[in-house]
């Protein structure tokens, strides 16, 4: 499979800029950038003891002038503007020192914020001077194209992430160390490695498999190993040629999880839509019979959307435990309406619903497959507030 003129799942060398450019409109799901972050670092920086810092003292962090880097960021990123799909997630990584101009231009590019999301290192590394307070986290931006994106977000399996919490915006990561950290002759390959847990939390909670994971500056290659390794399809751009070798070195090594292991089953969960709402939405009708499968236990749907079977009256649930002498049961699976001599569970009518009328974050999530003509469309009479509705 190819991008343009490009292989997908390998890494270029390149000016980002320029391979941007042939990359066509539209055809990416998710683009992951740490660039360069202006550090202006003057000079060496040495600890107490004397020992020199391994601070990012790049040639490729080196920019003439603030002016330079903003013209530098506004070019890439408006070509990532470009050929983000219109469902696609755009994120970026920052410190201080880059951070505020590149969401400030961000913006004006077009893309919209979602979150920024801090990433909190438990092990920064120290203030050596003491000047100042530690510098312990980086910031990333999510964006998308518009305001109106239908983007991907796996809000439950990030929930599932965290003990079944909402998954907060600050996340605990430590800085990359130890076996995880590429060497190259004992030095280490790149200063500014990314953790890997940074790039699978993201890559896994705003993209599905097979997607097209783009990432404009690879550097060690975090982004597309991390990509390989959750069987997403990925392209990534580096100007340094070591750095290409490094990070192809690297992907060589790396064993994409099997798909059935990749599948967001979480997300397939029933949606959440009330028994009222079918009512309002003239699924089910004020006065209508409602029935158990074998048809012998009815029930009469009130207007203030409890049901009355026999005087037995209350939600769909608590009528059907009463009547199977159980503390609890499940309304959605025990009651049916009838059309056309038919029993059509209520569960059914709950799908469609969904289907029709909530949109899913999750493009490829085929909720129910309905028959088609098994259910009749809610016409707008058959609304709580029209004509015919009781
Ligand atoms: C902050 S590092 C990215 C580190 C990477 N995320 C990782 O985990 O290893 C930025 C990278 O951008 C590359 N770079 C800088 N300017 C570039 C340009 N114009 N085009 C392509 N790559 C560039 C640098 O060579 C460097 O490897």
Redesign the pocket.
């Known amino acids: 499979m190819s991008l343009g003129t490009f292989d997908l799942d390998t890494i270029y060398q390149?000016?980002?800029?320029e391979l941007l450019k042939k990359i066509p409109d539209n055809s990416v799901d998710l683009i992951f950038a740490?660039?360069?972050?202006n550090l202006q670092l003057n000079g060496e920086l040495y600890r107490p003891n004397q020992t020199k810092v391994d601070a990012v003292n790049?040639a490729?962090d080196k920019f003439s002038s603030k002016e330079d880097y903003d013209l530098?960021t506004e070019k890439?990123m408006q070509e990532c503007f470009r050929i983000l799909k219109n469902s696609g997630s755009f994120w970026v990584i920052g410190t201080y020192h880059n951070i505020f101009r590149v969401g400030n231009i961000l913006q004006n590019v077009g893309f919209w914020i979602l979150n920024d999301v801090i990433w909190v290192k438990p092990n920064p590394m120290p203030n050596f001077k003491g000047t100042r307070f530690n510098n312990a986290h980086e910031t990333l931006i999510w964006a998308t194209k518009s305001k109106h994106s239908n983007y991907t977000f796996h809000y439950h399996s990030l929930k599932a992430m965290n003990d079944d919490l909402q998954m907060r915006s600050d996340w605990w990561i430590p800085i990359c160390q130890g076996e995880e950290r590429i060497r190259v002759n004992g030095q280490k390959a790149?200063s500014?490695?990314?953790p890997a847990e940074l790039l699978f939390r993201i890559i896994l909670s705003t993209s599905n498999p097979n997607d097209i994971v783009l990432?404009?500056?690879?550097?060690?290659?975090?982004?597309a190993t991390v990509a390989k390794r959750l069987g997403r399809r990925f392209i990534a751009?580096?100007?340094?040629p070591f750095?290409v070798d490094v990070a192809m070195q690297r992907l060589e090594k790396i064993k994409p999880i099997e798909n059935e292991l990749l599948e967001y089953k979480i997300e397939n969960k029933k949606p959440k839509v009330p028994f009222g709402n079918l009512i309002e939405k003239g699924y089910i009708k004020i006065g209508e019979i409602i029935y158990s499968k074998d048809g012998k236990i009815q029930a009469q749907v009130q207007a203030d959307t409890t049901i009355n079977s026999n005087g037995i009256v209350g939600s769909i649930h608590k009528v059907s435990a009463t009547l199977l002498k159980k503390d609890s049961n499940n309304g959605w699976t025990f009651w049916y309406i009838k059309q056309n001599n038919t029993l059509i569970s209520i569960d059914v009518l709950r799908y469609d619903y969904e289907n029709k009328f909530l949109k899913t974050r999750n493009k490829d999530l085929n909720l129910f497959p309905i028959q088609e003509g098994l259910v009749n469309v809610p016409q707008e009479n058959n609304l709580i507030y029209g004509n015919n509705a009781v």
Not at 34 to 37: K, L, M, V
Not at 215 to 221: A, I, K, N, Q, T
Not at 237 to 240: A, G, P, T, V
């Open positions: 390149g000016d980002c800029i740490d660039p360069p972050y790049d490729w530098f890439w790149h500014t490695q990314k990432d404009p500056f690879s550097g060690s290659g975090t982004t751009f580096d100007k340094e750095y």
